[in-house]
């Protein structure tokens, strides 16, 4: 079945570090991947979005590619900050409909100054 | 951007009670709205999925009779915890998908609920 795999927490990482979270998926046809993040207490946001192979999403300095040969989202941003630090969540969507999601286990990432 | 709110954000009630939490999208309308749950440092686990004007489609191992859903209308749905117990307690979020065919979905800031 489908399913979304991410590195696992927590990361921590001094501010200006380099980002990368590792997302792949498993997913028969042409998934749309999304990354969402999760600020303490708060529900998700969307961070961004890709919905074929190739695409780039980007947001607030974020990065992902659709790497289909890969099966693989991975998020990188390359100088973060303290406001960053939050729980990222790799997901992907299938179906005619686009209703079912399914979730990767989030990354916690904290920065610290 | 499409804005997902849920009410209240906060509660706490005793073992037996019934509570009831609101989500509303508030510049869109939402055909299809979802609930999931989340335990601490864990990801979702999508509840339902609610349709306006029929019947939510619950996944498996989701008891309907304990988690009531209403979708009355295009921007809003309701879940019904009812008789809670300790075990209910969690964080519930909700989320919506506009009618214009996207994939993407919006989140409400979730619920926090603690039964005591």
């Known amino acids: 079945g489908d399913s979304v795999t991410q590195m696992e927490g927590p990361v921590t990482l001094s501010e200006e570090a380099f980002l990368t979270i590792n997302c792949t998926y498993t997913a028969t046809g042409y998934p749309s991947l999304f990354w969402y993040v999760q600020y303490p207490g708060e529900g998700l946001q969307l961070l961004l979005k890709a919905t074929k192979a190739d695409d780039k999403g980007s947001n607030k300095g974020f990065e992902a590619t659709y790497r289909k040969e890969t099966t693989s989202f991975h998020l990188e941003k390359g100088s973060v900050q303290v406001s960053d630090s939050a729980v990222y969540f790799c997901a992907l969507s299938r179906g005619r409909t686009g209703n079912q999601f399914y979730f990767g286990t989030g990354t916690s990432l904290t920065v610290i100054p | 951007g499409a804005v997902v709110s849920q009410h209240p954000s906060w509660v706490i009630c005793k073992s037996g009670t019934s509570v009831k939490i609101e989500c509303r999208s508030l510049?869109?309308?939402?055909?299809?709205m979802f609930w999931y749950r989340q335990f601490p440092k864990q990801s979702l686990m999508l509840m339902a999925t609610?349709?306006?004007?029929?019947?939510?489609?619950?996944e498996q191992g989701v008891e309907k009779d304990k988690f009531l859903i209403n979708h009355a209308s295009l921007t809003l749905s309701t879940l019904t915890v009812t008789s809670a117990h300790p075990e209910d307690s969690s964080f519930y979020i909700c989320?919506?998908?506009?009618?214009?065919?996207?994939?993407?979905?919006?989140f409400g800031p979730g619920t926090r609920l603690l039964v005591l």
């Open positions: 609610s349709n306006e004007g029929s019947k939510a489609t619950y």
């Open positions: 510049d869109f309308q939402a055909t299809t």
């Open positions: 989320s919506a998908r506009d009618g214009a065919g996207t994939e993407t979905q919006y």
